[in-house]
């Protein structure tokens, strides 16, 4: 049955699809967990969510309200501009917010709400042709804007205080990073769902930095860590019917530990 599966188109979409959210999520996942960023993507996951409930609310395509919140999400933690206990109480607080703004859309909604709540999940299996090429498209444009201010956000996520004296646009590259997140989280909970979307962008990352501190194959790393867990969770879900978010949150977390106890060794 393994090989037939194998054979099938919607397997192979799966694949491709799986392979484009894990290069660009493994790739930005470098610069959030750098910058200390990582809770600011699991508040941008779950407004997203919310997105999708007012989407249903107006009628309209819940991944379209999905990104949409994401991107409005993404702007404003961009513009906040902080770090440390001050961006982690801010995100708190916006996110608290925007889950209330959740709930109060589920409750408008009269329908039944079963394509929102499928992103609480992901289903990577049922990722259409079309989907595959929207996410293509999603990925060159986060890929661009990752190439075009490399260097000025490496710079700014390592040290913020020398980049500002230096005159680098510390809060141009907060908006530009944080929308990027927002694009590729969006991405990414088609995958494996909004509760795993840490799964990809930040385990891969904070492996892939416990085993180099050169940041050029740090960012390697993160991104063949991202590969291998959703490949291999994939494969793995159509040998054995469990949910394919599992076997990929299993995979991504076993490199992180064994990446930790490489470290020590």
């Known amino acids: 049955m393994f090989t037939d599966l194998l054979a099938q188109h919607f397997v192979h979409t799966a694949l491709l699809a799986g392979a484009v959210v894990a290069v660009v999520s493994g790739a930005i996942g470098i610069f959030v967990v750098t910058r200390g960023a990582s809770f600011a993507v699991h508040a941008i996951s779950e407004l997203g ?4 409930a007012g989407a249903l609310v107006l009628g309209i395509d819940p991944v ?5 919140g994401s991107l409005v999400v993404g702007l404003v933690l961009g513009l906040l501009s902080l770090r440390g206990r001050e ?3 801010a995100i708190g607080a916006v996110l608290a917010f925007g889950l209330g703004i959740g709930v109060l859309f589920l409750s408008l909604y009269r329908g039944y709400a079963t394509q929102a709540t499928n992103l609480l999940f992901g ?22 804007g990752l ?9 700014s996520s ?8 230096r005159g680098v646009p510390l809060r141009a590259l907060s908006v530009a990073i944080f929308l990027l997140l927002a694009l590729t ?23 892939a930095q416990r085993l180099t501190a050169r940041p050029g194959l740090a960012l390697a790393l993160s991104i063949l860590v991202a590969l291998v867990a959703t490949e291999g ?12 978010s599992f076997f990929i949150s299993a995979i991504s977390f076993a490199i992180y530990i064994a990446a930790r106890v490489f470290k020590r060794s």
Request: glycine share 6%; with cysteine.
């Open 123 to 144: 289903s990577i299996v049922g990722v259409s042709s079309r989907q595959l090429f929207e996410l293509t498209i999603v990925a060159l444009i986060v890929t661009a």
């Open 87 to 89: 961006r982690d109480s």
């Open 147 to 155: 190439a075009a201010c490399y260097r000025p956000l490496l710079f």
């Open 158 to 165: 390592v040290d913020p205080e020398v980049a500002a004296a």
């Open 185 to 207: 989280t969006a991405e990414a909970i088609q995958v494996v769902g909004v509760l795993l979307v840490l799964t990809l962008v930040i385990t891969p990352a904070a492996a």
């Open 64 to 68: 379209i309200g999905m990104i949409s």
């Open 49 to 52: 969510f919310t997105g999708a």
């Open 233 to 244: 969770g994939i494969l793995l879900s159509l040998a054995q019917s469990w949910p394919t």
